[in-house]
């Protein structure tokens, strides 16, 4: 693979917001924007990792504050509104990011596993724009992505409700491009395959790597650049539709 070239100063003066920025794919994301140019806030529930990240940013030049948030509680999404209205009074990029996985079949899948999977994935990606709508309004270029997964569209043996999380976020990310397109609030969705992660490490069989016609999983710098692609105003044209970044896996 040969590494996504950066735009640097692509995003200059934005500020973002990524949800699950310690480690994985936010942390990238979060990488990738400031190294075009934001100021970039990464917010999860891993403490040390996001302290340990938001260092390995600054040392590298960018503006980066982790902020704790666990994106299934309101009371932590008001928490980090507030900062960021304090401290900068608009936010222009919102990555929901964050996300969690579980493996059991429906016949044996729990109620409480059920909903701590759509409170993860679902309701942490709506609370965060019922949320920040106010600051998203006041923002330049503002745009919004949701991370969804291939298993969204096409549903995968044992992942219910991984699937059904995250294909509720296209359903969402389309309604709220509907509704905030008055604003000039442009709102997508990531649609990445296989990504090398700690989340999919201990898969069995290289997880989806067999029906990827590319051969291999995705580098997180591949997602992130599509990322800082959908909030730059190189898409200023596209909302409410779903970046496939999946090495062809749904052309099988
Ligand atoms: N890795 C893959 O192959 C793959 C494929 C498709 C989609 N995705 C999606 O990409 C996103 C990023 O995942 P990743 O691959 O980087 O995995 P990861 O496990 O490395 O990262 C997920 C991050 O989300 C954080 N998180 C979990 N629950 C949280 C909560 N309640 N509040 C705040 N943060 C929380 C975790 O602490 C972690 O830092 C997820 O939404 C995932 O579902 C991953």
Redesign the pocket.
């Known amino acids: 693979m040969t590494a996504p070239t950066v735009a640097a100063g692509r995003l200059a003066g934005r500020v973002a917001l990524v949800?699950?920025g310690?480690?994985?794919?936010?942390a990238a994301h979060a990488a990738r924007l400031g190294a075009e140019g934001a100021t970039v806030l990464l917010?999860?529930?891993?403490d040390d990792?996001g302290k340990i990240t938001e260092k390995e940013l600054q040392d590298s030049g960018y503006r980066s504050t982790y902020l704790h948030?666990?994106?299934?509680e309101p009371g932590d999404w008001a928490a980090v509104r507030d900062l960021v209205d304090e401290r900068y009074g608009r936010l222009d990029i919102l990555v929901n990011?964050?996300?969690?996985?579980h493996v059991t079949e429906i016949a044996e899948e729990s109620l409480a596993a059920w909903n701590q999977v759509l409170a993860?994935?679902l309701t942490?990606a709506f609370l965060g724009l019922h949320t920040l709508i106010p600051l998203l309004r006041k923002g330049t270029g503002p745009a919004v992505v949701n991370?969804?997964?291939?298993f969204g569209p096409s549903g995968a043996v044992g992942y219910a409700a991984y699937a059904a999380s995250?294909a509720g976020l296209l359903g969402l990310t389309r309604t709220a491009a509907l509704e905030l397109a008055p604003d000039g609030i442009r709102v997508n969705a990531l649609v990445?395959?296989?990504?090398s992660?700690?989340?999919?490490a201990a898969e069995p069989d290289g997880?989806v790597v067999p029906e990827t016609p590319l051969g291999r999983?995705a580098d997180?710098a591949e997602l992130a650049a599509a990322v800082a692609f959908l909030v730059s105003d190189d898409a200023s044209f596209v909302t409410g539709t779903e970046l496939v970044v999946d090495g062809g896996f749904r052309t099988r």
Do not use: F, Y
């Open positions: 949800t699950g310690a480690r994985g794919q936010g917010a999860d529930v891993l990792e948030l666990d994106v299934a990011n964050a996300g969690i996985i993860v994935n942490g991370t969804s997964s291939i995250k990445p395959g296989g990504v992660t700690p989340m999919n997880g999983r997180v």
